[in-house]
């Protein structure tokens, strides 16, 4: 069995012990174990894979290639970049995480383990693929599972944040589709085969006329689930809605198929649509970041807060894939970790708030350093991370965005980037608003005195996405460098 | 020269900081006190140990002190621009380990008696260490950006540390305020960094301020809006460090800043952190000075001037003993970034360059000087208010005694340090521009007469009722008191311009006698108007105050600067622009993707009638259908 | 063959009837009256069949035989539909259109 | 000749016809299509189909309209008064068919048929030996399926014809009230 | 007749016997063993559909009036296999009929019927054929709608339909005179060497065709399709929406892709057309409805446009994609009206706010419906995702993008309104949710079965290629 398809074939595995479940005690048992060798196996194919690079110089390592559907060209096509690698990784420490999160899920416990690691094959699968069919596939099986996770085990207006995002996501998926459909069918343009291949794409000279046609489509289809703006509506919604672990998933790693995808589809395979249509992206992620930024300050709900924060942050992203330069791809894709793993935390962490006081308001909590420190510092350190503050992951990413947009020379991309640079200052306003208000000042309810203290699976989860915030903060090298190497390729098919 | 174990001296702090920040819970106060103490000892030992190796052991090569660095790639940006981490020991890195070693060492001892009960005593000491390991790793940095990650680091230590009485609604404000502050002004840091990558393609301190380097020689390559975009790279940067150094009119966030501790305001905001900026400028001093003619370098002189006036005027106004201090700090930053922008370069020229390093050293011991016998005097009247306090010097002898060294040393009264760098300052401003000389020695003499207002309002005047009876601090506290007043005498003996001068070669520097009397005899009528009006409690000063009527209100009330502040965050930004955004993302964004779903449903309800229930209207749509799409295809569409 | 008149007249008529059982069709109240409409449709076909057969393809009796087929499916029909029409006549005593509106929209 | 009788033929099953779908009276209407579909078998006589105008009087004017007029008689009175359409749903349903009329004719007028003269008649017995021939051009295949249609329309008709009478006050059409009421939430 | 024209014909012979067989048992079965019936009925079925699948012949009898191939036999099949998991979800209903109302073999004498005459339509090697086989396959269901003879909105229905397929045969008919017109034969064979385009034949085109619209439900042809889905049992409105329509998707696109082709420039824009209309039309029909009935039958109108897409590109690739989707479309809607079935069988609960809560008492047979559902609205990884899928592939294979965004965005509606359905089975919680109830075994098994192939039919791709090579066969 090869190594990539294990990603698959654990998490089903998983669901099918899941099934057998009979409480809530088996069922995060089994979803725990689950998730650990899903961990381990990422961290293993950190390590095959570098070692893997070393005497494999292809664009994609540990390739498989079945043939699926064979009248359309369709393969079960498999393989992994450094980008990927990190990808995967992020996502097996966010699920494992999120498992840990929702230790006491009591209301349909097995089910809820089901659909979040249903969730998890999608994104896997989603970032191993190399042909695009598949990758659609898996980005479809990664959003639909978010409608029952939102709808049954949310809160507040669940089923209209459910049906607003599940709907917003799949309407973007179906432009999407229009985008492969109009690559795959001027795939043989070179009089090769129809090909859903992105590799043997890439080598196709796509007609400039077709490439603009359909670059907007494949852009669009997958920026919407990267937030941008003004798509992301659904987002601060959802997250709202969504309960702790689907909130940590859905930003930390659901996300980031936006960007990844507009990387891997759109930019790669539409290089001279990209050039011709990037301007007006430009613009929206320029507004998106900075929009999302304050928009951020005058929310009192923890969740939105968090949300819009992440509208910004993620703009972030998708204005460096922009760029096409090869510093501000690397910054997009450790933004995405970056974000992933930041905003997981402050998910997590807000779940474990909510859990205590009951609210998310802000402005009805107070003092929070005091009552529950370590749950508070947590929170202080991922506000500090996500306002990119050196040390953490968000500083090495946002540095890398920026200097990349500013290799940019026009004025126009001079602009845009001093702009997406001010958010900096306006993130910083937002995050210290909230830490001031909620964590510090007077403890404003005398309930929340008696609060319970963290508990031993809410620290794991918390260590879990805290030791990589600091891990890439601290020491970038090895995961910039491998993400590096790997842009290569994708920045050749610009020159 | 072996410098590798430089790397220790910010360790050592970091270490610290790891330990009582992840046992916080775990250690007792007794010992963390002791853990941060001790750790912070070896580093300043370590420190004087570098000192003393850099400048005697190793001394000069071909007559210049030479510079070392080792680093390590980091990160890398492209092929060619990449972040190292790494130390860089040259004359004025030294200069600062000294500085923060001594300095923070003081403050951590005298925090050991200031800060004894608090409950958060041990995160107090592990805050300390993050701090000192952070300074330390700016006054080393290698290049730009690791100069800005420190950077960014000290800004949070002192977000930290500002805010460590975390219930207190003020000390949270001020927190924010400092740090969002300093942020804005770090994103103009930020882009003068990128701007000087993109067109230097380095962001390394010894390629750039080569002055037969490619940056300094081809600054004018390229330009923007009639300037090189050189200049503007360091018109960038110099709102970063006119953030940190609190430069009008960023200056904003230091005097609310005193909500922390007094050990951190002496420490951060009077002798480490806010001298950041003036070393930032030091730092880069061949790129200010030769890029452009030093246009840079002279709306650095400007702003210095301006702010250290600025502050002066306000510092006479204030009550809160703290606040008068915050603006004092200020002033004399202003002071430095003056002598900067007036300095030259080689040799003599040099000289303010030199006096505004030494403005630095010296303002470092008679600044946390003043803010820990401030402490000592708020430690035992429990108040931050003049109005409160009065002939202390009954109570609290040995903190008079060093609190009158180090006002007559702020106040350029010799022998004092104060005097002499002072002085050196106001002769680099003689020598090149006349106008900053004379608000020079104006600020000089405003400087010499709030401060001894300060210490005749807080040691002489009436004597209050006090609640406890006030007494001497502990030995914890008045220990570093003595230790920082006998460096305040001395250390304006050293002869700085043999070390740390911008060419690195160092000169003779003699006393210019003429100007040094008029700067001392400004000093002594400030002083003396201080006696007059301050020494005994009478009504002169408001009588003064009326006169002056609503200049003494400007300034009193900081010439409204938190309020034009105040008015463009909370009115402007807060008001218009985000609330209106957050509403447009609300009803308009959200409300058009909401409506098509909603029209959706809406056409859906209006079409209902169409599904009538009669079989007949079924089939007139069926046989409307056939016939228009007969007519359709038939004569429109066919051929 | 129709001594003088031309296959369009023939055609004409049926045309006629088709839509003037259509019209009946749309227009009774009654669904009897309706199946009625049905009959004159089918009709009209029937004829087109035959007279096309006639006329331009007389050697093959392909029209012819569809005519037949017609005329007994059409009587199946009409004896399905009303036995439909009296076993709901027995249900709601009527067989106006307008009762046999319950379901819509 | 031939054309006369075929006019007259046309105005009568046109007017009948009309008529027919005009009548206010049931019972009227049923024998106004009864006359119109013997003028249809008077038109097979005429182009010497005499086998179709049979079949076509014995099974539409014997078979359809008797039982037309036995369902006729089972749920009417006679002299029940037939509702009918409003008057606009009447012009509007006549513009549509008389456009429809014009769309077809229009069309039948444009195409250009080949006519083939012929005077060929057509045998009851070639019809008989078609209808059962396996062969190519034989309908046998057709009239055994005509055999099952019929059989399975017997079927129907027999068992919803002998279906019970609805119960009274078993009517599971009440609860139909609250379905149309369509959800606006999104 | 000899042995092989009954190969050939194995199908249509076999099913008669059966119906034949049948009426021997109505006969010699006393009344109180009545309910035997249902076994028989489905082991007799069960026998015919098995032999469906051993090796098929292909060829043409009497004289190009019946032929069959590969793919038509392929299909036949997958119509049988409709049939009877129909028939194992009815089977309970049919029961109960037979106690209350001491009736049941007709039910199956007519379905069968009905199951014949589409075994002729799509074999019809002319226009008569097709025609009898058309009315053949429509005349039972009609009577079948009626079938519950105690129900107003039963009888409703049945008269609704047959009155609505007459019309439409009738219109069929006027068109197929006109084709016989202009091309002088009723014989597929001939017609499609001797069709012209002149206005004559289009028209006759445009008649007929909205003759096989009415079948397929395609707007503006469709009204008809919620009322009598409605009002009729729920095995006749899943046979309608699944059996019936499959049917006639099939022999139309035979038509167009074959005979027709000709026309093709004709008929091209017109599926066009009416594919955006009808998916738009359905779907925002199918938003507000809460009777489950009525939901699936404008589910199935919208589904039917998605259906078209498959015709556009008019070849090989078309077809494969449409029987693909067919198939798939069978097993999913199938499992739909299956779920209702036994909800209704059991509590005659037919609303959409009767489900609420339905998961947490009776959560497989949720699962179904979710299952179903998904396939229908197309979310990977269930069959229904992949049907979709090549349907647009196949538009988009001829350059059609706008067609296929337009579908894209009803996919997006469709998938609204279903997971209105998922709404309230699995986030709703309800006081009044139907109680946890067992089914009997054939209804187990009928599900199963549909749930089964819903999961496997899309990831199976050998499927895929084998419907690919049939249809390849037989152009």
């Known amino acids: 069995m090869d190594i990539l398809s294990l990603f698959i074939i654990v998490p089903v595995v998983t669901i099918l012990f899941l099934v057998f479940a009979k409480s809530l005690k088996q069922a995060r048992m089994v979803a725990m174990v689950g998730s650990l060798v899903q961990l381990g196996m990422a961290i293993n194919l950190v390590f095959a894979y570098l070692k893997e690079r070393t005497v494999n110089d292809s664009i994609m390592v540990f390739t498989k290639d079945v043939v699926w559907f064979e009248p359309f060209n369709i393969h079960y096509n498999i393989g992994v970049d450094g980008i990927s690698v990190a990808l995967l990784l992020l996502t097996a420490i966010v699920v494992l995480a999120g498992v840990f999160i929702s230790w006491k899920m009591y209301d349909l416990p097995k089910e809820f383990f089901i659909s979040l690691i249903v969730l998890s094959i999608g994104v896997y699968g989603f970032f191993i693929s190399i042909d695009l069919f598949t990758m659609f596939v898996f980005f479809e099986i990664a959003v639909i599972p978010m409608y029952l996770l939102i709808g049954i085990w949310g809160s507040g207006p669940r089923e209209y944040s459910a049906m607003k995002l599940t709907l917003m996501l799949m309407g973007a998926s179906a432009i999407l589709l229009v985008g492969i459909l109009g690559i795959y069918f001027n795939s043989d343009v070179d009089g090769g085969a129809l090909t859903f291949n992105i590799l043997e794409i890439a080598q196709v000279n796509i007609p400039v006329e077709v490439q603009k046609l359909f670059f907007p489509l494949t852009f669009i289809g997958f920026a919407v689930i990267g937030a941008l703006f003004p798509f992301h509506t659904w987002s601060p919604d959802g997250h709202a809605s969504a309960p702790t672990a689907v909130s940590m998933l859905h930003a930390g790693v659901l996300m980031k198929l936006g960007g990844y995808g507009v990387f891997r589809v759109a930019m790669y395979l539409l290089p001279e649509g990209a050039v011709d249509w990037s301007w007006i992206f430009i613009i929206l992620s320029v507004v998106g970041v900075i929009y999302g930024a304050f928009s951020a300050i005058k929310q009192t709900d923890l969740k939105y807060i968090n949300a819009y924060s992440s509208v910004s942050h993620l703009g972030l992203v998708l204005f460096a894939l922009l760029m096409l330069n090869k510093t501000a791809w690397n910054g997009a894709i450790l933004q995405s970790l970056s974000h992933g793993f930041m905003t997981a935390l402050f998910f997590a962490l807000i779940g474990m708030i909510y859990e205590r006081t009951h609210t998310r308001d802000i402005t009805r909590l107070g003092g929070l350093l005091k009552v529950i420190p370590f749950i508070s510092v947590i929170y202080v ?59 510090m000042g007077p403890v404003k309810n005398e309930s929340y005195l008696k609060l319970e203290k963290v508990t031993w699976y809410e620290k794991f989860g918390i260590l879990l996405l805290l030791i990589p915030i600091v891990g890439i903060g601290v020491a970038p090298l090895w995961l910039s460098d491998m993400i590096l190497e790997s842009l290569d390729p994708f920045i050749k098919g610009l020159l | 020269m072996n410098i590798t174990y430089i790397i220790l001296i910010p360790i050592i702090p970091f270490i610290v900081f790891l330990l009582l920040g992840i046992f916080n819970q775990k250690i007792k106060p007794a010992v963390s006190g002791y853990v941060g103490v001790f750790g912070l000892l070896a580093s300043a030992m370590l420190s004087f140990y570098a000192a003393y190796q850099y400048f005697f052991v190793n001394g000069k090569v071909d007559g210049v002190y030479q510079t070392f660095t080792e680093k390590t790639v980091w990160m890398h940006f492209t092929d060619t621009l990449h972040i190292d981490m790494g130390i860089l020991v040259d004359p004025i890195s030294v200069m600062m380990l000294v500085v923060v070693s001594v300095v923070s060492l003081m403050v951590h001892i005298y925090s050991r008696g200031y800060m004894k009960g608090d409950e958060g005593y041990t995160k107090f000491f592990a805050f300390l260490g993050l701090f000192t390991f952070s300074m330390y790793g700016l006054v080393l940095a290698t290049n730009l950006f690791q100069i800005y990650i420190f950077w960014e680091l000290v800004g949070v230590s002192s977000y930290l540390l500002i805010g460590y009485y975390y219930t207190k609604t003020s000390a949270i404000a001020a927190a924010k305020k400092a740090f969002i502050v300093t942020r804005f002004a770090d994103f103009g840091f930020l882009i003068g960094i990128m701007i000087i990558g993109f067109y230097t393609g380095t962001f390394d301190f010894e390629t750039l301020n080569n002055p037969e380097g490619s940056a300094i020689l081809n600054w004018a390559a390229t330009s923007f809006m009639g300037l090189s975009v050189i200049t503007w790279a360091l018109l960038f940067i110099f709102i970063g460090g006119a953030g940190k150094s609190a430069m009008f009119p960023l200056h904003i966030w230091l005097p609310d800043a005193m909500e922390g501790p007094t050990p951190v305001s002496a420490l951060i905001h009077a002798a480490t952190m806010v001298v950041a900026g003036v070393f930032l400028v030091a730092r880069l001093f061949p790129m200010f000075y030769f890029v452009e003619d030093g246009f840079a370098l002279n709306i650095v002189a400007y702003v210095g001037a301006f702010s250290a006036l600025f502050a002066a005027v306000i510092a006479i106004t204030q009550t809160d003993i703290k606040r008068v201090l915050a603006f004092s700090t200020m002033s004399q930053l202003g002071y430095m970034m003056l002598g900067l922008g007036v300095s030259g370069y080689e040799g003599h020229e040099g000289v303010g360059y030199m006096a505004s390093m030494f403005h630095l050293f010296t303002h470092a011991m008679f600044k946390a000087l003043l803010f820990l016998g401030a402490g000592s005097v708020i430690h035992a009247v429990h108040s931050n208010y003049l109005k409160d306090m009065g002939s202390l010097r009954k109570y609290m002898p040995i903190t008079n005694i060093t609190f009158l060294i180090a006002a007559l040393a702020i106040a350029g009264v010799p022998p004092l340090a104060g005097f002499w760098s002072k002085d050196e300052i106001l002769v680099a401003a003689f020598e090149h521009n006349k106008l900053i000389y004379y608000v020079g020695v104006f600020v000089a003499g405003l400087t010499a007469f709030y401060m001894f207002r300060l210490y005749f309002g807080i040691f002489w005047g009436k004597d209050r009722t006090y609640d406890h009876k006030p007494k001497e601090s502990p030995l914890s506290m008045t220990f570093p008191l003595l230790v920082l007043a006998v460096l305040s005498v001395v250390g304006g003996l050293i002869p700085f311009s043999e070390f740390v001068t911008a060419d690195k070669v160092g000169f003779e520097a003699h006393l210019n006698y003429p100007l040094a009397a008029i700067a001392t005899t400004v000093g002594i009528i400030g002083i003396g108007l201080a006696w007059i009006f301050y020494k005994k409690e009478n009504n002169l000063s408001d009588r003064y105050a009326k006169a002056f009527g609503p200049l003494y209100k400007w300034a009193s009330d900081k010439f409204y600067f938190d309020e034009i502040y105040m008015f463009i965050t909370k009115k402007i930004l807060f008001k218009r622009v985000s609330a209106p955004i957050a509403k447009f993302d609300r009803k308009v964004v959200d409300g058009t993707m909401n409506g098509i779903g909603n029209k959706t449903v809406l056409i859906s309800q209006k079409i209902k009638g169409v599904q009538s229930g009669k079989v007949q209207d079924y089939a007139f749509v069926f046989v409307a259908g056939v016939v228009v799409i007969a007519l359709v295809f038939i004569y429109l569409w066919s051929n | 063959m129709i001594e003088g008149i031309t296959i369009y007249e023939i055609l004409t008529v049926t045309t006629i009837l088709f839509f003037i059982g259509v019209y009946g069709f749309l227009t009774r109240k009654n669904l009897i009256s309706m199946l009625i409409s049905v009959e004159l449709i089918l009709n009209a076909s029937v004829v087109n069949f035959v007279v096309i057969n006639k006329y331009l393809y007389p050697d093959m009796l392909q029209g012819v035989f569809f005519s037949i087929f017609i005329i007994a499916v059409a009587a199946a029909e009409t004896a399905l539909a009303v036995s439909i029409i009296i076993n709901l006549y027995r249900q709601i005593s009527s067989v106006e259109v307008k009762d046999t509106e319950v379901m819509k929209h | 000749m031939e054309r006369i009788i075929f006019y007259i033929l046309a105005l009568t099953m046109i007017v009948f016809a009309m008529a027919a779908v005009r009548s206010r009276k049931m019972l009227r209407s049923v024998i106004f299509l009864l006359f119109v579909l013997a003028g249809i078998a008077g038109i097979f006589f005429l182009i010497d189909y005499n086998f179709l105008a049979a079949v076509q009087l014995t099974v539409y004017a014997g078979g359809i309209i008797v039982l037309i007029i036995f369902s006729v008689l089972l749920v009417h009175h006679i002299e029940l008064e037939l509702e009918v359409a409003k008057p606009l749903k009447q012009v509007i349903t006549g513009i549509a068919c008389l456009l429809g009329i014009g769309v077809v004719l229009n069309t039948i007028y444009t195409h250009d048929f080949k006519v083939v003269e012929n005077d060929l008649t057509t045998s009851t017995a070639d019809i008989g030996s078609k209808l059962l021939s396996v062969e190519a051009g034989g309908f046998i295949l057709p009239f055994e399926v005509i055999s099952v249609v019929l059989l399975a329309a017997m079927i129907g008709a027999i068992i919803i014809a002998k279906g019970k009478k609805l119960e009274k006050g078993s009517s599971e059409t009440e609860d139909r009230s609250q379905i149309n009421t369509g959800s606006n939430e999104i | 007749m000899d042995f092989s024209s009954f190969l050939l014909m194995r199908h249509e012979i076999i099913l008669l016997a059966v119906i034949l067989l049948l009426v021997v048992a109505e006969v010699s079965i006393s009344s109180n063993k009545k309910s035997s019936v249902v076994h028989l009925a489905i082991f007799l079925f069960g026998i015919h559909t098995i032999a469906g699948f051993f090796k098929p012949d292909y060829g043409s009898l009497f004289g190009g009036m019946f032929h069959t191939n590969a793919l038509i036999h392929f299909f036949k099949n997958v119509l049988n296999i409709g049939v009877l998991i129909l028939l194992l979800q009815s089977a309970d209903w049919i029961e109960e009929k037979i106690i209350q109302q001491q009736r049941g073999t007709e039910f199956f004498m007519l379905l069968f019927s009905s199951l014949l005459g589409m075994y002729f339509m799509i074999s019809a090697g002319d226009f008569l054929m097709f025609y009898l086989g058309l009315e053949l396959s429509m005349l039972p269901v009609a009577a079948l709608a009626a079938y519950e003879t105690t129900k107003r909105i039963s009888s409703e229905s049945g008269i609704k339909l047959i009155l609505s397929a007459a019309l439409a045969s009738g219109v069929t008919l006027f068109g197929v005179s006109m084709l016989y017109a202009t091309s002088g034969s009723i014989y597929f064979a001939d017609i499609v060497e001797a069709i012209s385009s002149d206005n004559l034949t289009i028209l006759g085109f445009v008649l007929f065709f909205a003759g096989l619209g009415f079948k397929i439900s395609l707007v503006p042809f469709h009204l008809w399709t919620a009322d009598v889905y409605e009002g009729a049992p729920i095995s006749i409105a899943s046979y309608l929406s699944v059996i019936s329509k499959g049917a006639a998707v099939f022999i139309l696109m035979i038509l167009l892709f074959t005979v027709l082709k000709p026309l093709m420039f004709i008929w091209e824009n017109m599926v066009y057309i009416l594919a955006v209309i009808t998916m738009f039309i359905g779907n925002l029909f199918a938003l507000r409805q809460q009777n489950m009935k009525r939901f699936l039958a404008f589910s199935s109108i919208a589904q039917a446009g998605f259906i078209l897409l498959g015709l556009i590109p008019g070849n090989a690739l078309g077809t494969a994609t449409v029987v693909y989707f067919v198939l798939i479309y069978v097993f999913s809607n199938l499992a739909a009206f299956g779920v209702v079935q036994a909800i209704s069988l059991h509590t005659g609960k037919e609303q959409m706010k009767d489900y609420e809560g339905l998961y947490r008492t009776n959560p497989n047979l949720s699962l179904v419906m979710m299952l179903a559902l998904f396939s229908l609205a197309g979310i990977p990884p269930v069959a229904g995702f992949f049907g979709k899928f090549f349907l647009f592939t196949a538009a988009a294979s001829k350059g059609y993008y706008l067609l296929v965004f337009l579908a894209v965005v009803n996919v997006t509606i469709s998938l609204y309104y279903y997971l209105l359905v998922v709404r309230a089975m699995f986030l709703r919680q309800s006081e009044t949710a139907i109680p946890y109830f067992k089914s009997k075994i054939y209804m187990k098994l009928g599900l199963l079965i549909t749930a089964l192939g819903i999961l496997v039919l899309g990831l199976y791709s050998p499927l895929y290629d084998f419907i690919h090579e049939l249809s390849n066969s037989i152009f």
């Open chain 1, 381 to 439: 350190i991922a506000g500090l991370a996500s306002l990119g503050l050196p040390g953490f992951s968000g500083f090495v990413a946002e540095m890398n965005i920026f200097v990349g947009a500013f290799q940019q020379e026009d004025m126009f991309m001079r602009v845009a980037t001093v702009l997406s640079i001010s958010v900096i200052v306006i993130t910083a306003v937002y995050i210290l608003r909230v830490v001031g208000i909620m964590l």
